[in-house]
């Protein structure tokens, strides 16, 4: 059974350029939730789809966007990047909401120079 | 909000030991606590899921308990291995409307001695 995969795994953007970042849930997991894991602040919550729906955002400026696909498929898009946003950004699936727990993928590194 | 707190941050300790990393949390509406291991530069591997119904998860020399009205869970790792070296954290899944995905802490980063 195939896990989470992200891609690509490595990205390296320049400061006011946009990135589009990509994960494919595991094959039925309806669920994606995307998190930014950084040194100083650990991993936090950007925000969660489900059925192509957005569900829950976190704390994050409108600069961070995402959408899921009819396949589950989702994508992150970060625009007018700032040094700030260079980070871990980890993709994790999840058959639904309530007590279901999360499969994360091996992550996208983004460092903006 | 919620806030989940690790203790200790770090622990080095000699292969073959016992030992206890410990975690936190504010709110005890959560659906379910889970455990996760971060080698290096890679991604989460889930260790144990613990519902918010259950005491405690099982799985191999990984024992997990959870202890929701005051807010604590334990993991304990029997007859540790230098493999066992990583980031552990634990994350909780909070119940009720406006649910925000999982709330971490910042981990515990645990180095085996050989």
């Known amino acids: 059974k195939a896990g989470v995969t992200q891609t690509p795994r490595y990205l390296i953007k320049t400061r006011g350029q946009q990135v589009t970042l990509s994960c494919s849930p595991i094959s039925g997991h309806r669920s994606v939730s995307w998190y930014q894991q950084t040194p100083g602040q650990g991993l936090q919550f950007l925000f969660e789809?489900?059925?192509?729906?957005?569900?829950n955002k976190g704390n994050f400026p409108g600069r961070f966007s995402g959408r899921q696909f009819s396949n589950s498929r989702s994508e992150m898009n970060v625009s007018t990047l700032e040094l700030g946003d260079s980070a871990l950004y980890l993709c994790?699936?999840?058959?639904?909401?309530?007590?279901?727990?999360?499969?994360f993928g091996s992550g996208t590194r983004l460092t903006v120079v | 909000k919620q806030e989940v707190t690790q203790i200790p941050a770090a622990l080095s300790v000699p292969e073959g030991e016992n030992l206890v990393l410990n975690c936190s949390f504010t709110?005890?509406?959560?659906?379910?606590l889970q455990w996760f291991r971060q080698d290096p530069g890679k991604g989460l591997t889930s260790l144990l899921l613990i519902q918010s119904s259950q005491r405690e998860q099982t799985s191999g020399r990984l024992n997990a308990s959870l202890d929701k009205s005051s807010g604590r869970s334990t993991l304990y790792i029997a007859a540790s291995q230098p493999g066992d070296s990583a980031t552990y954290l634990c994350?909780?899944?909070?119940?009720?409307?406006?649910?925000?995905?999982?709330?971490f802490g910042k981990g515990t980063h645990l180095i085996i001695q050989p």
């Open positions: 994790a699936s999840s058959l639904g909401g309530g007590p279901y727990g999360y499969t």
């Open positions: 994350a909780v899944r909070r119940s009720g409307g406006g649910a925000d995905g999982l709330t």
């Open positions: 709110d005890s509406a959560i659906y379910n």
């Open positions: 789809y489900f059925s192509e729906t957005q569900r």
